[in-house]
């Protein structure tokens, strides 16, 4: 029997994959807040009842200072690898039910803009880590790129699914064949455009996410400024379409780097967790309290922590982009 399609990320997991950042050279001055940013948030993914961590350190000379920062958390493994850099949720292998098996597929650097040493190995160092088999696709997708109900929908984004800079000849029935072959999809739900700025081309997992069957939570803009807004209602409008229940999360409104560019802040790149939903914040008060009250009311069994994330988000994500669980 298949193992695919893919469990919803709330079903349990064995074990909870993060990258630990790795690289002086890639994040320079932010690297001390991104590792403290980390720290927190693998301090309470191993809370107690809650996830085995398994820490992938990218680079073997510090591979033994990020095991003595670790040393006194109980569900944590610290595991030497190499990656060119902590996005494991795009590198990594996404697992089927009951991480029986994995599967495996190309990877270009989101389209050719980051090709990094070593990120094309990642799913084979995970599988073999974790003593799971892979099963490989020669097509290039990120898991980014898709959420999972579980049931065997899938949803993702033209913008980044359908970008010439993966697989140039992908129709949507091209695509849908794709992941009914290799990760059991028997619908996919089809939206448009990723927030503005997402050097992803438009990663699903900034913009709607499942959390619970046949219920998908999306931004609402937060602010009169936010970039996004009008790309938060068409995707709102798209999913009711498709007959699915919507539950607007107020968004961190306009977040901007250092030069007064809007960047893809996003509270759906929350991580859910065994017991605990972890949610990115980006200096907003009000709205991370907005967004997190608005999840507690779907995820009334779990807790909701709010972690800063603004340095790892300095890199191009935050926390579902840098994990990938191995489900039950």
């Given at each position: 029997?298949s ?5 919803a990320e709330?079903t349990?997991h ?5 990258g630990?950042p ?6 320079e001055?932010d690297l001390p807040a991104?590792?403290d ?5 693998v ?10 961590v398994?820490?992938?350190v990218?680079?073997?000379e ?5 095991r003595a920062r670790?040393?006194?958390?109980d569900?944590v493994?610290?595991v ?6 902590i996005w ?6 996404i697992f089927?039910?009951?991480?029986a ?10 389209g050719?803009k980051?090709e990094?040493?070593?990120d ?6 995970i ?6 088999p892979?099963?490989?696709h ?8 898709l ?6 929908t899938i949803?993702?984004?033209r913008q980044?699914v359908l970008?010439p ?6 129709t949507?029935?091209k695509?849908e064949?794709a992941?009914s072959?290799?990760l059991?999809?028997t619908?996919?739900?089809w939206?448009?455009d990723g ?9 699903v ?6 959390v ?9 803009g937060w602010g009169e400024?936010?970039?996004?807004a009008?790309?938060?209602?068409a995707a709102?409008?798209?999913l009711t379409a498709?007959g699915?229940?919507v539950i607007r999360?107020p968004?961190?409104g306009?977040i901007e780097d250092?030069?007064g560019e809007?960047?893809p802040?996003s509270?759906?790149?929350f ?7 972890i949610?990115p914040?980006y ?5 991370a309290?907005a967004?997190?009250g608005a999840?507690?009311?779907v995820f009334?069994g ?7 994330s603004?340095?790892i988000l300095?890199g ?8 990938q669980?191995?489900?039950?």
């Amino acid at each position: 029997m298949s193992v695919f399609p893919v469990p919803a990320e709330w079903t349990p997991h064995r074990a909870m994959w993060v990258g630990w950042p790795s690289h002086a050279e890639l994040w320079e001055d932010d690297l001390p807040a991104a590792q403290d940013e980390v720290e927190a948030l693998v301090r309470a993914l191993a809370g107690p009842g809650r996830e085995q961590v398994r820490l992938m350190v990218g680079k073997a000379e510090v591979l033994e200072a990020a095991r003595a920062r670790f040393a006194d958390v109980d569900g944590v493994t610290v595991v030497g690898g190499r990656f060119g850099d902590i996005w494991l949720r795009d590198t990594g292998p996404i697992f089927g039910q009951g991480s029986a098996r994995a599967a495996a597929f190309r990877f270009n650097g989101w389209g050719g803009k980051y090709e990094l040493e070593h990120d094309d190995t990642v799913a084979t160092q995970i599988g073999e880590a974790s003593g799971t088999p892979l099963d490989r696709h020669d097509f290039i997708l990120e898991g980014g790129a898709l959420d999972h109900d579980g049931r065997g929908t899938i949803l993702t984004t033209r913008q980044c699914v359908l970008n010439p800079n993966r697989n140039p000849d992908w129709t949507e029935a091209k695509a849908e064949a794709a992941l009914s072959d290799a990760l059991g999809a028997t619908r996919v739900v089809w939206l448009g455009d990723g927030l503005l700025n997402d050097h992803t081309d438009g990663h699903v997992d900034n913009l709607a996410r499942f959390v619970g069957p046949g219920m998908v939570a999306c931004p609402v803009g937060w602010g009169e400024d936010d970039p996004n807004a009008d790309v938060y209602d068409a995707a709102a409008r798209a999913l009711t379409a498709e007959g699915l229940t919507v539950i607007r999360i107020p968004s961190p409104g306009r977040i901007e780097d250092e030069d007064g560019e809007p960047i893809p802040a996003s509270h759906m790149n929350f991580l859910i967790a065994n017991g605990a939903v972890i949610v990115p914040t980006y200096g907003d008060e009000g709205a991370a309290r907005a967004a997190c009250g608005a999840l507690a009311t779907v995820f009334s069994g779990r807790e909701i922590i709010a972690l800063p994330s603004l340095a790892i988000l300095t890199g191009g994500g935050s926390f579902h982009c840098i994990s990938q669980q191995e489900p039950e």
